[in-house]
């Protein structure tokens, strides 16, 4: 089992930055991908970015490529998620998710791939 506990999330408006962490615990997080999605009302949720086991390799959605950076601390056991120049298309509730399944260092772009979910912070941007 792991846990996941997101923080950091708020009301700011649109140019603004936030940094969204996710605690891990349970199991140590360096020998796992993890992953940011996020969920606006009345959507599906979405792929935003994702780290490799290492932190050595990233991607990210198109729509945040340049804004958002995904870094890992695994002696820490955290993972963030650094927001620059909000937007309030960004308005979501931002989950972190880990996949505990073994599989090289990879990341992964698919909620299906991944098996633990945290609760999710809300971040909301004015405009």
């Known amino acids: 089992q792991v846990q996941l506990v997101e923080s950091g999330g708020g009301l700011v408006q649109a140019g603004a930055s936030l940094r969204l962490s996710c605690a891990a615990s349970?199991?140590?997080?360096?020998?796992?991908?993890m992953g940011w999605f996020r969920q606006a009302p009345g959507k599906e949720r979405e792929f935003v970015a994702a780290i490799t086991r290492s932190g050595g390799s990233t991607d990210y959605a198109d729509s945040v490529k340049g804004r958002f950076t995904i870094s890992r601390d695994n002696a820490k056991n955290t993972v963030d998620l650094q927001i620059d120049s909000l937007k309030p298309e960004d308005t979501a509730v931002y989950y972190c998710?880990?996949?505990?399944?073994?599989?090289?260092?990879?990341?992964?772009?698919?909620?299906?791939?991944?098996?633990?979910w945290g609760q999710g912070t809300q971040v909301t941007v004015s405009s």
């Open positions: 349970g199991r140590p997080v360096r020998n796992y991908a």
């Open positions: 998710a880990i996949r505990t399944y073994y599989s090289g260092d990879n990341y992964y772009t698919r909620r299906d791939e991944y098996n633990y």
